[in-house]
Every structure is written in structure tokens, then in C-alpha cells.
């Protein structure tokens, strides 16, 4: 039985960190990106990047919420699978 659960958490963690994989790298690739045509132009205006990256996230959380819902789904219906068993 500990085992099921281990092994269960071990599941929703690695969910978890894949949900919000996709959202920390275009964050992060978009940082560098803007910061880099900041400093060649010589822009320090730091409301850029963060609006940049604030639309970026909106459009892959949006982009991603299909398959976000169908994993969480699966995972949900194993753990009930899993409590009836």
C-alpha cells in the first residue's frame, strides 16, 4: 500500500513539474532574448520584458490547457481507481 502512494506522489510531482516546464522556458528564453535587444539598443525600460513575457505565458498556458486538462483527467481517474481498489 505505501508503495501505491509513493509511487502516486512520485506521479503527481512529476506532473506537476511538467505542467510548468513549458511556462519557465519561454519565460526564461524570452528574458534573455529581450534583455539582449536591451542592452544592444540601449532600452532600459523593464516594463518590456515583463509585459513580453506576461502575453508570452497567457498564449502557452492557453495553448497547453487541452492537454493539461486530458493528463489531469487521467491522473484523477487512476487515483479514484486507486482508492476503489
Do not use: C
Not at 544592444?40 to 502557452?60: G, P, S, Y
Not at 487541452?66 to 491522473?75: A, D, G, I, Q
Amino acid at each position: 500500500m505505501e508503495d501505491k502512494v509513493i509511487e502516486s506522489m512520485s506521479q503527481m510531482l512529476m506532473l506537476i513539474m511538467a505542467f510548468s516546464l513549458p511556462a519557465i522556458m519561454v519565460s526564461t528564453f524570452l528574458g534573455v532574448i529581450v534583455s539582449i535587444i536591451q542592452a544592444v539598443t540601449q532600452v532600459q525600460e523593464q516594463n518590456l520584458a515583463f509585459l513580453v513575457k506576461l502575453v508570452a505565458i497567457f498564449m502557452v498556458l492557453y495553448m497547453s490547457m487541452p492537454w493539461v486538462y486530458r493528463e489531469m483527467l487521467h491522473f484523477t481517474k487512476t487515483m479514484f481507481n486507486f482508492s476503489h481498489k
